[in-house]
């Protein structure tokens, strides 16, 4: 069997159709592969701010931790000192 001739990378626009772009055995249109940037930038976008979220709240959880242990450190000293 023969192998397949590939298509161009991109080829004419046919009837006011924006040009098809070819991955492998798939073809794309240019608009759907504008959605997928798209979709691709939302959701890295997304996840930044999901890590960034994530970096605050164990900030401020670890901020409660250590003044927690401050006041108790400091209500024990005082508690000490006037025994």
């Given amino acids: 069997m023969a192998p397949r001739v590939r298509a161009p990378t991109t080829q004419e626009p046919r009837d006011c ?6 991955r492998g055995d798939i073809e794309l249109r240019d608009d759907v592969l504008d959605d997928v940037a798209g979709n691709v930038t939302e959701i890295r976008s997304l996840e930044a701010k999901a890590v960034d979220d994530a970096l605050e709240l164990f ?19 005082c508690a000490v000192s006037s025994a």
């Fill in 17 to 22: 159709e924006r040009p098809y772009t070819y």
């Fill in 59 to 77: 900030d401020a959880l670890m901020t409660n931790d250590l003044l927690a242990r401050a006041a108790l450190a400091a209500w024990v000293a």
